[in-house]
Nanobody, 128 residues
């Protein structure tokens, strides 16, 4: 059974850094684009970043561009999200999501059905 497991979340002060990891298993996830989606308290899910199958092409939300970097290690079936210069508004549960389609959905609410596989999420808390 396909499974995505995130890790690396935690609490950090504003200006700090965290690196999230997402390990995929149970499918040939090398065929899937991988995405990071987040949901802040009381808010809807929003797109953060996407990385294509090769790991060479990425999309980022405007709010994180220049601060966050997505990468993937195909051999390890793992994707990463390096988050630098964190702000309090980055506080959210971060989800890894996989889908065959690679795209930038833009600044809108993300529906659960839009991505085929989801992880359980990892909490990121940034204090100011």
């Amino acid at each position: 059974q396909a499974q995505l497991v995130e890790s690396g979340g935690g609490s950090v002060q504003a200006g700090g850094s965290l690196r999230l990891s997402c390990v995929a298993s149970g499918r040939t996830f090398g065929l899937y684009a991988m995405n990071w989606i987040r949901q802040a308290p009381g808010k809807e899910r929003e797109f953060v970043a996407a990385i294509d199958r090769s790991g060479l092409i990425t999309f980022y939300a405007a709010s994180v561009k220049g601060r966050f970097t997505a990468s993937r290690d195909v051999a390890k079936n793992t994707v990463y999200l390096q988050m630098n210069s964190l702000k309090s508004e980055d506080t959210a549960v971060y989800y890894c999501a996989a889908d065959r389609l690679f795209r930038d959905p833009g600044p809108r609410s993300i529906g659960h059905q839009e991505y085929q596989y989801w992880g359980q999420g990892t909490q990121v808390t940034v204090s100011s």
